[in-house]
Structures are given as structure tokens and as C-alpha cells.
């Protein structure tokens, strides 16, 4: 260990495919110590993904959610640093995104809700807890997301080139890192990630992930659902803006008319060139000097994505592993991160990213034992 102090970071992302832990040295510069990925429980799981659809939600269901995951991070924190060999005291705190299960930018007034108890993951773990990161960058006109691309920028942002970096998760979304300091970072959601991609094949194969992307390269990418999906108005938006699970769902592939006649495989084969194109869009349209893009969370692994994304893009493509950096505990370190500078009152959101109208201290904090 260094001379920094020690945060846990802990987020279940877009992808509700598990809680993702790191351990964050935060010194000079930030350094992920190091991460885990530890499974829902299947109930846990399957509450979350329904309260991430669209729709009417019961607040007991909602309550009762909120209450088991704050009690499951909590209690996979005290396991993940009984792993690593940190006792808690050395913990400085706990930075918790949680699960979002609504986010709606465009609503009138905008509005985002995460879960999973903060009260509960202080309570159990005794370490003081940063949560609720997203709603004060909203109050400020902002669209509460994305919050990671300062975090990128302390990572990967010492250097002589323009870089994106893209992360995968149910959403995909992009960093835009200029090769000038003195510029302002950028970053937005592109659209779907891996989402409709786990949801298509959780529905037709009841598998959680199309493991390599092994079924969709059984199939056919369809021109015409393409096109029609890259129609929906979403794609062709100017930044800032931000989506999640609630508008990139099942019910939005299936109002597409070209999905009838298809083979569920090349669906599955559309869905993939629908994350690889809508990414080479908008990397083209707002940052088209990039000379390497940066490529980390789950989608990495799937690699008939990652080379649909090298032959589709005009610059190297790389996984943040190429720069030492665990891609799927680099969004849980980035709310260590935030978590971090909440306690010493520094801005956390980016208003060139967000939106909003100037830089804001985010999060509120829960003491612990």
C-alpha cells in the first residue's frame, strides 16, 4: 500500500448482472488496489431487473429492494475486504452508487432514483458511507450522468493524444479526453450497451449473457432493423444527455417493424451491430480526432462486439487492461473516487458532461459506527 488513504467503492450497474467492489488507493493519483464482482442473489436480482422496467412499481416492492441491497452491499464489503486482508478501520469510507431503477433527464421535473440503503451499508459495515451521488448534479439542471469522466481523466488523462474511453455496460457511454488539458472532458451515453443484448437472449434462451457473443455470431445482422432502430431520435441527439434500462428496453426493439420474420439469433447478431454502430456514430460525430479508444466493463469480453468496434472505428482500440487497469472495477473505484472528494468538499460532476449549471460537491454522507 501507498502513503494514500483507502476507499471501498460499490455499484450494481445497467447490467444488474452483479455487484462490482474495488478497493481505491486515492494518493497523488488514484490507483485501484483492487476489484470484485460478486453475484446477486437470484430474488435480489430478479426484484431489481423488475423494478427497472417501465411502468407503474409498488413503493413496497421499491422499499423492500432498497433495504435488501443496502443489507447485501453492506455485508459484501465486509466479506470482499476479509478477502484482501484490510480490516475496516482502514477504511476510510464507503462510496455506494447503488442500483438505478429510474432515471429520467427529460421528465418535467427531471428525476433519478437509486437503491440499496446507505443507512443499512453504514450500519453494518461501521465505516461512514457516500451515497446518492446523482440527484444534486440534477438539482443544478444537470442529467445526473455521466458522473465517471472526471474519474477517467485521473486515470488515463496524462497524455500527448486525444482519447476516448468507453465503458460497456448495459448502457454504453464515452469519456472524450483531449489532448489539451486546458479543455473541458466531455462524456455521454451513446445508447445501448450490453442490455438489450442480455435481455433479448435472457428471454429466448433464458441464458444471463451471450457468452463471446458465441449465438449472435450464429445469426445475421438485419440492415432494415438496423436502420430502424438507429432512427429513434436518441441516437442523433446533440450531448449532454444520458438513457438507461427505462427507455432501452424489450418493448422498444419490439415497436421496431422489421423485427417480424426473424430469426431470434439475428436479432441477437442486429442487437450487437446496434451497440458497434451507435458507438462509431457518435465517436465520429464529437470526437473525431480520437487516436485510441480505451475500452472497459463487461462488454470487453464479448469479442465478436470488440471486433465489430475495431472495424468499425478509425483508431486502436485497446481494454483498459493495456494500462493496468481492472475494466470491471473502474466504475465502483470511480464512486470510491467521488466518495473521496465529497469528504474533502470538491466538485464531482463535470458541467461540460452533465449539463448542469456549474460544478457541484455531490453526495451525502451517513456516519458510521
Not at 81 to 101: D, E, F, K, N, Y
Amino acid at each position: 500500500m501507498g502513503t494514500g488513504l483507502l476507499y471501498v467503492g460499490a455499484i450494481s450497474g445497467t447490467s444488474v448482472d452483479g455487484l462490482d467492489l474495488a478497493l481505491l488507493e486515492d494518493g497523488f493519483r488514484p490507483r485501484i488496489v483492487t476489484g470484485e464482482t460478486v453475484a446477486l442473489p437470484p430474488d435480489l436480482r430478479r426484484a431489481l431487473l423488475a423494478l427497472s422496467r417501465p411502468g407503474e412499481d409498488g413503493l413496497d416492492a421499491c422499499g423492500l429492494a432498497d433495504a435488501a441491497l443496502g443489507d447485501f452491499i453492506g455485508r459484501a464489503v465486509i466479506d470482499f475486504l476479509q478477502r484482501t486482508g484490510t480490516p475496516p478501520s482502514a477504511i476510510h469510507a464507503i462510496g455506494s452508487h447503488g442500483q438505478t431503477v429510474r432515471h429520467r433527464p427529460q421528465a418535467t421535473p427531471s428525476f433519478t432514483v437509486q437503491i440499496g440503503d446507505p443507512h443499512r451499508i453504514a450500519e453494518i459495515t461501521g465505516i461512514q458511507t457516500v451515497a446518492d451521488f446523482r440527484r444534486r448534479d440534477m438539482a443544478a439542471g444537470g442529467q445526473g450522468a455521466p458522473l465517471v469522466p472526471p474519474f477517467h481523466r485521473a486515470l488515463f488523462g496524462e497524455t500527448e493524444e486525444t482519447r476516448a474511453v468507453l465503458n460497456i455496460g448495459g448502457i454504453a457511454n464515452l469519456t472524450l479526453l483531449p489532448e489539451n488539458r486546458s479543455e473541458p472532458v466531455r462524456g455521454f451515453d451513446t445508447g445501448p450497451g450490453n442490455g438489450l443484448m442480455d435481455a433479448w437472449i435472457a428471454e429466448q434462451r433464458g441464458d444471463q449473457f451471450d457468452a463471446d457473443g458465441d449465438w449472435g455470431a450464429s445469426g445475421t445482422p438485419d440492415p432494415s432493423l438496423l436502420g430502424q432502430c438507429l432512427a429513434d431520435p436518441y441516437f442523433a441527439a446533440p450531448p449532454p444527455k444520458s438513457t438507461g434500462r427505462e427507455y432501452f428496453h424489450l418493448a422498444w426493439l419490439r415497436a421496431r417493424r422489421s423485427l417480424a420474420g426473424l430469426s431470434s439469433a439475428d436479432v441477437q447478431a442486429t442487437l450487437r451491430c446496434l451497440t458497434a454502430e451507435s458507438i462509431a456514430l457518435a465517436l465520429a460525430a464529437w470526437c473525431p480526432g480520437a487516436k485510441r479508444v480505451i475500452v472497459c466493463g463487461g462488454g470487453r469480453r464479448n469479442q465478436r462486439l470488440m471486433r465489430e468496434l475495431a472495424d468499425r472505428l478509425p483508431c486502436r482500440v485497446e481494454t483498459s487492461e493495456a494500462f493496468g487497469v481492472d475494466g470491471d472495477s473502474l466504475e465502483a473505484a470511480a464512486f470510491a473516487w467521488l466518495a473521496a472528494r465529497r469528504l474533502t468538499f470538491e466538485p464531482g460532476n463535470e458541467p461540460a458532461v452533465t449539463g448542469a449549471s456549474g460544478l457541484r460537491v455531490l453526495g451525502a454522507v451517513y456516519p458510521g459506527a
